[in-house]
């Protein structure tokens, strides 16, 4: 009996310092693109993300010449700038496991067929800011089409993309802020989840972390690699954790 109150008082005490008591949730960066036959943002990354049970696989989207979704990290691929380009000449181009570059929809239709996965969509911030705006319109209609609305997470370095995902996503849907200059209440007074933002920011700034578990927010973290910097974002009580190393990840975990 005393064991069990000795526990529970544990639980509470890191309840009220801003602890999860929850594991941290383990995002696959760009997919699991490490392994042999894998590459950042391929559909075999997205595969081998859901293979080793993460949580979720994070990706990268731009908006072709002629409106076209794709994915990728880089707004140049092999010498071709994808927002001045057209889909055809784009998705011609090898990813460097000989994969071509995927049209979004084709990304989709794999992620469909696996349904314990979610997805990190990352919209790259556009040059062009209508082609911007269009793009998360044109995401949230592919979503909703192919029926994986409750299974996305939105992510952006703009501040315009992640206020228009917040306006027009379904409700209860999860939209976070990369940036990094918001401190957490600015990011719930304009309706979002919470931030997303790289390790230095949170290590710099180690009260928002319970400020956003206060407020009712999650807290990601990228991209962690090292395994002292991914201790600390366990111990910091980060809700998810986005890593070029995964399977690493989860044995800490364990």
């Known amino acids: 009996m005393k064991r069990f109150f000795l526990l529970a008082a544990l639980a509470i ?14 995002v696959a960066h760009r997919g699991h693109w490490k392994p042999a036959g894998s590459a950042q943002n391929s ?55 000989g994969e071509k570059l995927p049209l979004l929809k084709d990304y ?14 990352e919209l790259k911030s556009h040059k062009d800011a209508e082609a911007e705006r269009m793009a998360v319109h044109e995401i949230l209609k592919m979503m909703k089409k192919k029926g994986l609305e409750k299974r996305v997470v939105y992510i952006s370095f703009s501040l315009p993309a992640v206020k228009e995902f917040i306006k027009y996503a379904p409700k209860g849907t999860e939209v976070y802020y990369l940036n990094g200059e918001l401190s957490p209440k600015e990011l719930k007074a304009i309706g ?28 990601n973290i990228w991209t962690v690699d090292k395994k002292e910097d991914l201790q600390w ?5 980060a809700d998810f954790i986005t890593t070029n190393n995964p399977e690493e990840l989860q044995q800490m975990l364990k």
């Not at 005490?13 to 383990?26: C, E, I, L, N, R």
């Not at 989709?108 to 969509?121: M, S």
């Not at 974002?233 to 009580?237: E, H, P």
């Open 108 to 121: 989709l239709n794999t992620f469909r067929k696996h349904p314990n996965l979610k997805v990190v969509c």
């Open 233 to 237: 974002c366990i111990d910091n009580g």
């Open 13 to 26: 005490g890191m309840s009220a310092a801003g602890f999860a008591t929850d594991k941290a949730k383990v």
């Open 192 to 219: 979002c989840a919470g931030p997303d933002y790289p390790l230095y920011i949170l290590k710099g700034n180690p009260s928002w972390i319970k400020e956003c578990h206060d407020l009712g927010m999650k807290v």
């Open 43 to 97: 559909i075999r990354s997205l595969v081998k993300a859901d293979s080793i049970g993460c949580w979720g696989s994070e990706f990268d989207v731009w908006r072709t010449a002629d409106g076209k979704l794709v994915v990728n990290h880089d707004g140049v691929h092999d010498g071709v700038v994808i927002q001045t380009s057209n889909a055809k000449e784009v998705t011609a181009l090898k990813l460097s496991n």
